[in-house]
């Protein structure tokens, strides 16, 4: 189980951080990241990280200014927003999968193999 939390409005140039606690099995061999969906858009590769955080991987869009990272003793991934913009308006979702390609997290999201409830960031101009 995935649990998202920390969206909110906020006004463009702030930052938010987004945590998603995950339950219920081992985790150590997924990766696990963020997927966007904004209104009347289509879901968006944010960005993902590996279990050991060595690796991640980030949207063009986001480059720069979002950083994720995990936290393996609590179970928890996290999603650092800076320099927020109003395009970055979206419902959040936090996911996880065995795998990563671009073309599964950026094409085939739906696939990915766990999924938590969204997480509503609204950033005002």
């Known amino acids: 189980q995935l649990q998202a939390s920390g969206g909110g409005l906020v006004q463009a140039g702030g930052s938010l951080r987004l945590s998603c606690a995950a339950s219920?099995?081992?985790?150590?061999?997924?990766?696990m990241g963020w997927i966007r969906q904004a209104p009347g858009k289509e879901r968006e590769f944010v960005a993902a990280?590996?279990?050991?955080?060595?690796?991640?991987y980030y949207a063009d869009s986001v480059k720069g200014r979002f950083t994720i990272s995990r936290d393996n003793a609590k179970n928890t991934v996290y999603l650092q927003m800076d320099n927020l913009k109003p395009e970055d308006t979206a419902v959040y979702y936090c996911?996880?999968?065995?795998?990563?390609?671009?073309?599964?997290?950026?094409?085939?999201?739906?696939?990915?193999?766990?999924w938590g409830q969204g997480t509503l960031v609204t950033v005002s101009s």
């Open positions: 996911a996880a999968d065995q795998t990563y390609s671009d073309i599964l997290w950026s094409r085939r999201s739906a696939s990915l193999d766990y």
């Open positions: 219920g099995r081992t985790w150590q061999t997924y990766y």
């Open positions: 990280v590996t279990w050991t955080g060595a690796n991640t």
